[in-house]
């Protein structure tokens, strides 16, 4: 229970800028999740939170309070670091128990609390192995034991990529446990849990501040960031994206009803669509595209200039043949490739943009019907609704190269 302020946080390692005047804050109670690629900064900004690194300038504040030069001792936090640290002579439950004696409990109330945290992880019975003999899955749960001996004493939890060498399965429960942890009445804690995997992010955060190149791009809940993403940068770093270069158009009537689903028929599509406007976009197509676009982006995009248009692989609908009749926002297209991936599929389609042939990317949930009938070469219509396309200022060329790494 601690809310924390970062103010224009700046830190170097030699000529490295690893961050750029950061400043934002994390609410009482809350789950926050730092997200980011590899070198981003965020186990810089977890160390400039728990005390373990200084920033070059800028402060720290803990409920209001300057706490900039206060060790983490002195902070009163649980914290996990990605290189677990535990110690060689000590055998895992001494390992665990180690935070216990730091903090003076007797025996029992010790044991007790091993005994509880080891089950939740999963690592009853190994109570004799010493850190050699553990994998790194085991090593990284009994790192989070000793981050969660303390939690009754502590509040605010720091975890830095807490779940990374788990397999699937395990991963999933203990992100649960996680959570159902820091959410519960007796602790209601603070977590700042840094990763670079979405789903994790997606699954946990309350809200989720995207990092890159020491920045702070976006923050916002998961469902801010997946469904209205700053940039290019925040949309391709959450699932597969398409994007398609165009022109917005801002002096000509639609040819179609482009507000009627949205407000009307679906409640879903209209929270989504809540505060936007749909823009009439030129994609280089016969046909008019539209895409629901913020309003106070839409305000500063004039008619007549470049954007790019973004439509995630999910959000693409896939038909058999020729429908472009009765769906809007379609290309047709041929299926180059399917791959089957187990809960969907994923279709690579081959469609022609001003002659030139793209490649769009369209995953859907697997069924037999498509497994039976959506066959590569068969002829395709792909379409997405207007509450789906994304609508950036066109970047420019080099900035589409670098975030999606395109040769
Ligand atoms: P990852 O996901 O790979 O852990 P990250 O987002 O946590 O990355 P940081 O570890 O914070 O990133 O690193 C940010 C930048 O600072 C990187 O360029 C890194 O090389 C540099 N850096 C971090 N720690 C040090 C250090 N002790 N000495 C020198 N450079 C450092």
């Not at 936090?77 to 055998?91: I, S």
């Not at 693409?316 to 809960?343: A, E, H, S, T």
Request: aromatic letters at 8%; glycine letters at 6%; a negative charge.
């Amino acid at each position: 229970m601690v809310e924390i302020e970062l103010e224009n946080i700046t830190k170097t390692y030699g000529k490295n800028l690893a961050l750029k005047d950061i400043s934002f804050v994390i609410k009482d109670k809350e789950y926050f999740i730092i997200l980011g690629p590899t070198g981003a900064g965020k186990t810089t900004l977890l160390k400039i939170i728990a005390g373990l690194e200084r920033p070059d300038s800028g402060k720290v504040l803990f409920d209001g309070k300057d706490v900039t030069a206060k060790s983490p001792g002195e902070r009163n936090l649980g914290f996990m670091f990605e290189n677990y640290a535990l110690f060689p002579h000590m055998n895992l439950v001494e390992n665990v128990a180690y935070s216990g004696r730091v903090h003076a409990r007797d025996k029992e109330m010790t044991k007790t609390l091993v005994d509880q945290v080891l089950m939740m992880t999963l690592l009853t019975g190994r109570d004799d192995a010493l850190p050699e003999e553990l994998s790194g899955g085991m090593k990284q749960r009994v790192a989070l034991c000793r981050a969660l001996m303390n939690l009754e004493q502590t509040r605010l939890l720091i975890l830095d990529e807490p779940l990374k060498a788990l397999d699937a399965g395990l991963r999933m429960n203990l992100r649960e446990e996680l959570l159902l942890m820091a959410k519960s009445k007796q602790l209601e804690l603070t977590v700042v849990h840094v990763t670079n995997e979405e789903q994790e992010a997606m699954m946990v955060a309350d809200r989720i501040a995207l990092m890159n190149q020491g920045e702070i791009i976006q923050i916002g809940t998961p469902h801010e960031i997946y469904y209205v993403p700053k940039d290019l940068f925040v949309a391709n770093f959450l699932s597969e994206i398409n994007y398609f270069e165009g022109i917005c158009i801002k002096n000509e009537t639609p040819l179609w009803d482009i507000h009627q689903k949205s407000v009307q028929k679906d409640k879903f599509y209209a929270e989504i669509h809540e505060g936007s406007s749909p823009m009439l976009l030129d994609l280089g197509f016969d046909s008019q595209f539209a895409a629901c676009v913020k309003n106070d982006v839409f305000e500063q995009i004039n008619h007549g200039e470049k954007i790019l248009l973004v439509v995630r692989a999910n959000h693409m609908k896939l038909r058999l043949g020729d429908r472009l009749i009765d769906k809007r926002n379609g290309f047709i297209g041929k299926i180059l490739r399917r791959k089957f991936m187990g809960v969907f599929y994923r279709f690579e389609v081959s469609i022609k943009v001003k002659e030139k042939e793209k490649k769009v990317i369209v995953t859907i949930p697997a069924t037999t019907e498509i497994h039976e009938k959506f066959l590569e070469d068969s002829e395709v219509t792909i379409y997405f609704p207007i509450e789906l396309g994304m609508v950036f200022k066109y970047p420019g060329e080099q900035t589409i190269q670098d975030i999606l790494k395109l040769e």
